[in-house]
């Protein structure tokens, strides 16, 4: 019972985690309708490895003194606004063009590393520090990482664990639902997709530069 008391809130934290709406959730979607359900899945698990980084880094104590560098907020927001919107670009150019001939630098780094492109993305979004930082210190602060004779540092590999799976977890389910859609859509519904997920991937990353311009000015 005492390993599922760690396990549990890790798990839930993980998947809650990796199922909120935002830049890597549409990323896997828009992409893996292109590509198929392994560029989805391996976008995803490429963020799961990250949110799982984020979560032993403050377990360890490290990750609240990154969320406390101002000039390191400053310039993830600079750094993943303009990778967003690359990304947004070149999916907006890609459902504006043929599909099937599509040759873009974004297509072929979807195609040959997304495990890469998902650690990317989700490394230099500042909103996933944040997230982090307040999950370990509320939802995994009341998992008693040392209780029922679990020594504590054992406890804290047990709620690492538990986030991981929680957050792949979710992504293998979303890879699930893109293979179904995929089989469903269309030419023109995977160009329309791919103009609309990058506009809204261009407007996070503009929003996020914004805010990192009005943090440093």
Sequence with gaps: MAVLGILAPAFAAGFSVAASPGAVNLLSLRWGLKGGARIALGIGLGAATVDTLYMALSLAGVLPLLAAADWLESALMFVGGGVLVLLGANSMRSGYSDTSGDTSVAQGMMDRAPYA???????????TI??????????????DLGS????????????????FTGSATWFVILAG???????RAGDAHLRAIGVIAGAILGG??????????????
Excluded: H, K, Q, Y
């Design 117 to 127: 492109v998902g650690v990317s993305v989700t490394l230099v979004n500042p909103s």
């Design 177 to 183: 639902i893109v293979a179904v859609l995929r089989r």
């Design 204 to 217: 996070l990353g503009l929003l996020l530069i914004a805010r990192g311009f009005a943090d440093v000015f």
């Design 148 to 163: 029922g004779g679990i020594p504590e540092g054992l406890g804290g590999a047990l709620a690492v664990a538990g986030v």
């Design 130 to 143: 944040a997230a982090w930082l307040a999950i370990s210190g509320g939802i995994l602060a009341s998992a």
